[in-house]
């Protein structure tokens, strides 16, 4: 297993059920494939830098998870096919 961080944006609108709602769907993908929840935070609200769709801002979480390489694009693919998230970014750490 290796360490990751992730950096998840979703839709400012949603309300907070939903980003639970997404959040919860994140790590229960995660220790199904295995893996270890290190750290899940809310960094809340903020501007992004340029427009994703017809969104400024976006509601960012930032985790760090343990995980093998080949879980991982599970885990890309799992959030791309959801509609309310904006970006995911996932990196490898040292």
């Known amino acids: 297993m290796h360490r990751y961080e992730g950096m998840l944006i979703l839709k400012p609108h949603l309300g907070k059920e939903r980003e639970e709602e ?3 769907k994140i ?9 270890k929840i290190k750290n ?5 609200e903020r501007k992004l830098a340029y ?7 976006g ?3 930032l985790f ?6 080949q ?5 890309k693919r799992a959030c791309q096919l ?6 995911i970014l996932i990196v490898r750490m040292k």
Do not use: A, M
């Open 27 to 35: 790590e229960k993908l995660i220790t199904q494939e295995g893996g």
């Open 51 to 57: 427009r994703i769709g017809k969104e400024n801002r």
């Open 64 to 69: 760090h998870f343990l995980l093998s390489p």
């Open 71 to 75: 879980s991982v694009e599970k885990i």
């Open 40 to 44: 899940f935070q809310p960094w809340g």
């Open 82 to 87: 959801e509609e309310d998230i904006l970006r």
């Open 22 to 24: 997404i959040s919860r």
């Open 59 to 61: 509601v960012y979480f």
